[in-house]
């Protein structure tokens, strides 16, 4: 079996270092990132300068963000829920995690697990696009193709550009996600690492489409050693590592493929190792 990745401390803290923020970036309706465009409500000014002393101006948001509450809403076509962690205050400048739910759930699952987050932080937890039947609820893709995983990562892009303007944050978002949650979050951060600080995938697993093409951002994967995609993963983290690409993999033993809490303890510590 091919070993597990773990980067030593000193090799992580160089590899993991927050890069600097590029250039505000308007995303196009295609949900691509329009070269050279600036959000609507355009950069919001730094402030007057009378007698020497600057007085702050009101932040300028964007029209997209009417109607929402720090609850959540609806912003750019995606429902989502909101919550902040450790203590803090709805309008606190905070780091911000979108976590993207499985197969089967819908943006409510995540939250008994995330709300153990200790470190002040903003949650955002977007609804996948398909509702689904049966025993499952919602989908990120109504059926499994890399076509659809793309169009899935170009879906939220407009999504995690807006929410970062509309909700005070600082930095840019971790992105998470369990399952599909993680191919959709894996294969973001390979079509927008612009917009993010790093992803953090959970039981799940390349696909076709991430053979050759890998996150622009820092990787940490949770895999459960019970998980049947456990040895793809495994190859997958360790490929990475291997070209030099800034990833680890905590392995979880005796755990499955669903979040469960032997799962959600590493889960939440490689969440928190990115936040600052």
Request: contains cysteine.
């Amino acid at each position: 079996m091919i070993p597990i990745v773990f980067i030593a401390a000193a090799v992580a803290a160089a590899a993991l270092a927050r890069p600097r923020r590029k250039s505000k970036k308007a995303i196009s309706s295609g949900g691509g990132v329009a070269e050279g465009g600036v959000a609507p409500g355009g950069v919001p000014s730094t402030g007057e300068v009378s007698n020497g002393a600057v007085t702050p101006s009101p932040r300028v948001l964007p029209a997209e963000c009417l109607g929402l509450t720090a609850q959540g809403g609806q912003l750019a076509g995606v429902d989502y829920i909101e919550f902040v962690t450790g203590g803090a205050r709805e309008d606190d400048e905070l780091p911000m995690i979108v976590s993207l739910h499985g197969l089967g759930y819908d943006n409510t699952a995540h939250i008994k697990w995330l709300k153990e987050i200790a470190t002040p932080v903003r949650v955002i937890l977007p609804n996948g696009f398909f509702e689904k039947t049966s025993r499952t609820k919602r989908a990120w893709w109504p059926s499994y193709s890399d076509r659809a995983l793309k169009e899935a990562s170009q879906g939220l892009a407009n999504f995690v550009y807006f929410i970062q303007q509309c909700r005070p944050t600082r930095g840019r978002p971790v992105m998470t996600g369990h399952s599909m949650g993680g191919y959709v979050a894996l294969d973001f951060a390979t079509q927008f690492p612009e917009l993010l600080t790093a992803t953090v995938p959970v039981a799940a697993t390349r696909s076709k489409r991430l053979w050759d093409v890998h996150p622009g951002v820092p990787v940490h994967g949770i895999h459960g050693e019970l998980d049947n995609s456990f040895e793809s993963a495994n190859r997958y983290y360790y490929e990475m590592y291997e070209r030099g690409l800034p990833v680890a993999m905590t392995s979880v033993s005796g755990a499955p493929h669903r979040i469960t809490s032997k799962v959600a303890g590493p889960w939440i510590d490689a969440l928190s190792s990115f936040i600052v």
